[in-house]
């Protein structure tokens, strides 16, 4: 596996380096350090879990609210300068975010409320945009091994940065001579962790316009489906082109908008994130509150499922390429479902840490194979479009979870959440299932006749 990336590497466009060295960064940054600490540093100033539920639900609505919006721009104007914007507002809304602690108390939930709002109104134009950029950046025969290396790179990342958020608030503490409960402390990393993202963003500032032209070959059979297949229901058939190249498993093949497959995906999307959404967003809460985990334990907890999902991200490439993008996400998807339930079944800290290491390592499959998956479902022109409707699914599913989430722990505790969950996810899991075995069986018939 390792020698294949070896010699895939010298194919990487310069656009695809740059952007995994940014993608890198937000993983350490975001994923890591902000990841860990944003809900304990709400603790910290003195905000229960409904609070925080709201807060999260917040940004997840924020998200949702223009990941089409970000589409669309990244279709008129292109997904480069559009996703390079995006970026800039992600580290305002860091920034501001973590100097909440020198704003008057009464001002603190409506400063907290914007900066979230902010913070994921540039995440969403910056990671809609990334996926066509990044396909438009690759050809068929490395990208299956650039989005796996991206699903490696940033959770390797978000180790680092998942085991520095453990360690630095008691290195402030230290330095400043404060308590460990004081949220001054959290003040430190959590302005860190945006400074660190101004290299990515000169990084995405250093790319280009540059294309990588489609295989003609696949063009060809693409061009050749849409003929037999423009009158069926699906009306956007798939096709299995038997050429030797890594070569994607279904094309898009209309110009009018592809309705069907968005809202497949926009239902998958909205279902599949409920078990990662309710486990992930509460899990560094369940660990400190409910089950009086230390700090440091908790980033170790953390950064060991971003360690291992890093190796896991890598798996990409071998599992397309042998059961096909659609079946490596649904048995991933199933994985994390059954990684929530390890986390709602027992009340037991190493029980719902090894949930969240699960759902953290398959994840890091889960999501490069749907996001490859849903991008060559259409034509490149509706990939923005395509990637602002399933991210706005995956930001709702995840505000409904994140919102509702916290008044179920006030009332019935974590564990019926993280269950609700699991439930939810199977859901989605049989629904893509269900969804891709009809596109390729639709798509294998039009091609044979």
Known sequence: MIRDFV????????????????????????????F??????????????????????????SFATFSLPAGLAGRKWGPRPTMVGGYVFLILGLLLLAMVVLVP??????????????????????????????????????RRFVFSARGAAVPLAGFLGALAGGLLPGWS?????????????FLVPLLLGAVVLVPG?????????ETVDEDPQLERIAESVAARSSRSALGRAQSRPSVSA???????????????????MFG?????????????????????????????????????????????????????????????????????????????????WMAASAG??????????????????????????????????????????????ASGGGYLISDVGYRPLFQLGAVLTTAGAVLFAVYSRRVARSASTAYQS
């Open 7 to 34: 010699a895939a590497w010298p194919l990487f466009t310069g656009n695809a380096r740059r952007f995994l060295l940014s993608a890198t960064l937000a993983g350490f940054a975001y994923s890591g350090v902000y």
């Open 36 to 61: 860990l600490l944003a809900n304990l540093f709400l603790v910290r100033l003195g905000y229960d879990e409904a609070f925080i539920g709201v807060f999260i639900a917040t940004g997840a609505v």
């Open 105 to 142: 108390v009464a001002w603190r939930s409506p400063w907290l409320l914007s900066c979230c709002a902010l913070r994921e109104f540039g995440n969403a134009f910056y990671v809609v945009n990334a996926n066509p950029f990044l396909m438009a950046s690759t050809g068929p025969q490395e």
């Open 173 to 185: 503490a230290t330095f400043l001579v404060l308590d460990e409960s004081d949220p001054v402390t």
């Open 201 to 209: 963003f000169l990084a995405l500032l250093a790319t280009t316009h």
């Open 246 to 264: 890594p070569a994607p498993a279904h094309r898009a093949v209309e110009d009018r908008f592809p309705t069907g497959p968005i809202l497949a």
């Open 268 to 348: 998958v999307g909205l279902l599949y994130i409920a078990a990662m959404a309710g486990s992930m967003s509460f899990f560094n809460l369940y660990m400190d509150q409910g089950l009086s985990v230390p700090t440091a334990r908790i980033g170790t907890v953390m950064a060991l499922g971003q360690l291992l999902a890093a190796p896991a991200g890598l798996m990409l490439a071998p599992l397309s390429a042998r059961l096909g993008y659609d079946r490596t996400f649904t048995l991933c998807a199933l994985g994390v479902a059954g990684g929530a339930l390890m986390m709602g079944m027992t009340e037991h």
């Open 356 to 401: 969240a290491v699960v759902i953290t390592v398959l994840s890091a499959i889960a999501f490069p194979a749907i996001t490859v998956y849903q991008q060559e479902l259409v034509r490149p022109d509706w990939r923005p479009v395509m990637s602002g409707a399933y991210m706005m699914a995956v930001a709702l599913g995840w505000s409904a979870m």
